[in-house]
């Protein structure tokens, strides 16, 4: 098992422009999270799957983001139309059904928006 | 909604001194408790964790954390820093369910030559 990953690693777009990032998680993990973390800060809950279905959603996820887990196994997080203010580091995470449910991160995808 | 809340954002130590980084919950039902830790540009990697098997845990790298239901903490130590476990560390609180993680806003921990 190689762990999660994450790609890309970093990405640089210009406001206004929409990006895709993408996460795939440990291969017997059912459970995948989604999490801004900005400097300084705690990861930040932004959405959380079981399977291909999306159960929680943060409040903090405006209508610009969207994310998905068509088979249950990758996940992609977009956001469109992105702000200055989406710059950040984008961790996922995987973990199993059972409790105590601790989650695995990839290396995360750091957005600069310029 | 629970919350987690270290106290210190900023924790320096000589190496091979005493490691301590508190931790406190808010929750009347114990929770699942955890320790990651964060090296610069890269994810959060699991340290430790509470299941409610034992209070004292024992994780990688010579850490161990108590948990303590009175006080609602859960403390990070280490007999002996090392230059290497200089790095952020973060408490995380997740309900029974494991819907969401709760992080607090971490502590940088600096090791001292």
């Known amino acids: 098992d190689t762990g999660v990953s994450q790609n890309p690693r970093h990405k640089i777009t210009k406001r206004g422009q929409n990006v895709t990032f993408r996460c795939d998680p440990i291969?017997?993990?059912?459970?995948l999270y989604w999490y801004r973390q900005t400097l300084g800060q705690g990861p930040e809950f932004l959405t959380y799957?079981?399977?291909?279905?999306?159960?929680?959603k943060s409040r903090l996820l405006s209508d610009r983001f969207s994310a998905e887990r068509p088979k249950g196994s990758f996940s992609t997080l977009e956001i469109q139309r992105t702000e200055q203010g989406d710059s950040a580091m984008y961790l996922c995470a995987s973990s199993s059904t059972g409790g105590p449910y601790e989650q695995y991160f990839g290396p995360g995808t750091r957005l600069t928006v310029t | 909604a629970q919350s987690v809340t270290q106290l210190g954002s900023h924790v320096s130590v000589s190496e091979g001194a005493l490691v301590l980084l508190r931790c406190n919950y808010s929750?009347?039902?114990?929770?699942?408790l955890f320790w990651y830790v964060q090296y610069p540009n890269q994810g959060l990697q699991l340290l430790l964790k509470y299941t409610s098997a034992a209070t004292l845990v024992k994780g990688i790298n010579g850490f161990e954390a108590e948990f303590k239901k009175s006080e609602t903490s859960f403390h990070l130590t280490k007999p002996s820093a090392h230059m290497s476990d200089a790095a952020e560390y973060f408490c995380a609180v997740s309900e029974n369910t494991g819907n969401q993680f709760y992080f607090g806003t971490g502590t940088s921990l600096t090791v001292i030559p």
């Open positions: 929750s009347s039902v114990p929770p699942y």
């Open positions: 799957f079981q399977n291909e279905a999306q159960l929680e």
């Open positions: 291969s017997e993990h059912n459970r």
